[in-house]
């Protein structure tokens, strides 16, 4: 089976010309005339979306957002909430990941570092790949008015296009404010406000604490990760911290945000043992918080030497480290 997004006839062969004349391999030009003539099959672009929403990123926000799943239902959620609540996620990420790939693939065609990402190199079409993004998108509403019939609660597929707009609006963001790192923490730090709303029906304190931990966690880890495209953004007027401000500031802002994300941590492990709070976070979370602050510091004291290939080689293991000590802390708690 063959799809099909742009047509056939000469309009593959003008998108070969327009990659050759752009200087890309004769490869990745062939590649993007195979797309264009409809060529390629559905199940090799299937593939290559799969490949290009790193799936393997999903370890940022999803620890957070199970964590805070089992302090808002410990000592676990039963399971096909579990599931649901896991199925809502992927499906939320598949979608926004999806629009960042199209709404980015003629600047990435532009980026030395990005060229080879599967729609500016020709193995997935712009229109297969926004198909399985509103795919994605309509999972997601879908999965999420799942808990009205699993638990009678209509919150989290009221508030799934609201979440579904935060999630896709964020792809434009880097156009128009220097804000974007922000915006993308917020995309991720609506995980955890998302479980605890699917499985309380209600916003919970310690959600909005850890969520916003989540933000300022991801806001400082994306400024660092900005740090391989400074000349890039700024011949394209993309507003990156670094681009916009420097690497230096952009050194120093990411600190601020990672010091912001520790006390937030804090300030979330007090609050669950407020009078009438949950009381479950305790020697597990605190100890996973000072390993993670002990992480950061030394990840912070080694990129002050770090050129911008060291910082994106540490970015996955780094990010997705400081994510499972914290559901590690967690998961001792309410088993303890």
């Given at each position: 089976m063959a799809w099909t997004p742009l047509g056939r006839g000469r309009r593959g062969s003008d998108s070969a010309a327009r990659s050759r004349a752009a200087g890309l391999p004769t490869r990745?030009?062939?590649?993007?005339?195979?797309?264009?003539?409809?060529?390629?099959?559905?199940?090799?672009?299937?593939?290559?979306?799969?490949?290009?929403?790193?799936?393997?990123?999903?370890?940022?926000?999803?620890?957070?957002?199970?964590g805070t799943a089992l302090v808002a239902e410990p000592p676990v959620p039963a399971w096909p909430a579990l599931v649901l609540l896991v199925a809502c996620m992927?499906?939320?990420?598949?979608?926004?990941?999806?629009?960042?790939?199209?709404a980015d693939a003629a600047l990435d065609a532009r980026n030395p570092r990005t060229a080879g990402r599967a729609i500016p190199a020709g193995r997935l079409s712009r229109r297969a790949a926004l198909g399985l993004t509103l795919a994605g998108a309509a999972a997601f509403v879908l999965l999420a008015w799942?808990?009205?019939?699993?638990?009678?609660?209509?919150?989290?597929?009221?508030?799934?296009?609201?979440?579904l707009a935060v999630l896709l609006g964020y792809s434009w963001t880097k156009r128009v404010t220097v804000?974007?790192?922000?915006?993308?923490?917020?995309?991720?730090?609506?995980?955890p406000v998302g479980a605890w709303i699917a499985l309380r029906g209600?916003?919970?304190?310690?959600?909005?604490l850890v969520g916003t931990a989540?933000?300022?966690?991801?806001?400082?880890?994306?400024?660092?990760?900005?740090?391989?495209?400074?000349a890039v953004d700024r011949r394209q007027g993309l507003h990156s911290?670094?681009?916009?401000?420097?690497?230096?500031?952009g050194r120093w802002t990411a600190v601020a945000c990672h010091a912001a994300t520790a006390g937030l941590l804090a300030l979330a492990i007090l609050y669950n043992h407020r009078p009438g709070g949950e009381d479950v976070l305790g020697e597990g979370s605190t100890l996973a918080l000072e390993t993670i602050v002990l992480a950061m510091a030394i990840h912070h004291?080694?990129?002050?030497?770090a050129t911008a290939e060291d910082i994106a080689r540490t970015f996955l293991p780094m990010n997705a480290m400081v994510s499972l000590i914290w559901l590690a802390g967690v998961v001792y708690d309410v088993a303890t």
């Open positions: 990745r030009a062939e590649q993007a005339d195979s797309v264009a003539r409809g060529s390629v099959p559905f199940l090799s672009q299937l593939v290559a979306f799969g490949r290009t929403i790193r799936l393997s990123h999903s370890l940022f926000a999803l620890p957070f957002a199970l992927v499906a939320a990420r598949t979608s926004a990941m999806g629009m960042n790939r199209v799942g808990f009205h019939l699993l638990r009678g609660n209509p919150w989290p597929g009221l508030l799934a296009p609201a979440f804000l974007t790192h922000w915006v993308l923490g917020l995309c991720l730090g609506l995980a209600e916003v919970g304190g310690v959600a909005l989540v933000l300022f966690w991801t806001a400082g880890f994306d400024i660092l990760y900005a740090f391989q495209d400074v911290v670094p681009a916009r401000w420097g690497t230096r500031a004291v080694r990129l002050r030497r």
